[in-house]
């Protein structure tokens, strides 16, 4: 049995921020609501910038550097702010495993297992990632062609599969550092991550 999947969007929000004016639109899937924050019009860029960025709480809040996200986020905000584009905050936490699973996975890394056998030894996929909703967000905007901000193959295909252009893959680079140097090579040597 196929099922539908429904959406509910917000109204248009002004999100005024460090790196410059942003429009701000939430897209609720279920009981996850995903954000895209973007510069006016940018729509009708020809080929706008775009990030997909996946949640992580530890980072991108908490400042953690066990990874490289809350540093590509900001970098990506930035660019979009000065190149106009968009940047859709999807939701997922932990390759969608949740906090909590997440958090689990942090105690067996602090034990010698890589993310990936973090992931598979709590029972999940080492990527849980859906994309239903970036599919509706690039709809609602009507963009068939953009420059994709991202280091990640699967994004690359997802973007493919959703039948828009990617008229450049535009890389992330993130200096590492001590605590996430295992991380990137796991990100690099096993999931294909471009750099």
Known sequence: MNTKISFEKSAIANLPSKYGHFKIRVYKEGIQEHLAIFTENFEK????????????????????IKCD???????????IAVEGGL???HRQEG??????????????QDQGRN???ANVELGFA?????????????NDFHLTKIRLLTNNPAK?????????EITERVPVIIDP???NEGYLKVKKEQMGHMF
Do not use: M, W
């Open 156 to 164: 690359v295909s997802v973007v493919e599969g959703l039948n828009v």
């Open 115 to 117: 993310t990936i056998e």
């Open 177 to 179: 550092n001590p605590h």
């Open 45 to 64: 860029q020809e080929s706008p910038l775009v990030r997909i960025h996946s949640e992580c709480l530890t980072g991108d809040t908490l400042g953690s």
């Open 126 to 138: 080492p990527d849980q990632r859906t994309y239903d909703v970036v599919g509706e967000i690039f």
């Open 87 to 89: 940047l859709i905050y």
């Open 95 to 108: 390759r969608n495993i949740g906090l909590l699973n997440k958090v689990n996975a942090y105690a067996l």
């Open 69 to 79: 996200c809350n540093n590509q986020l900001h970098k990506a905000l930035k660019l």
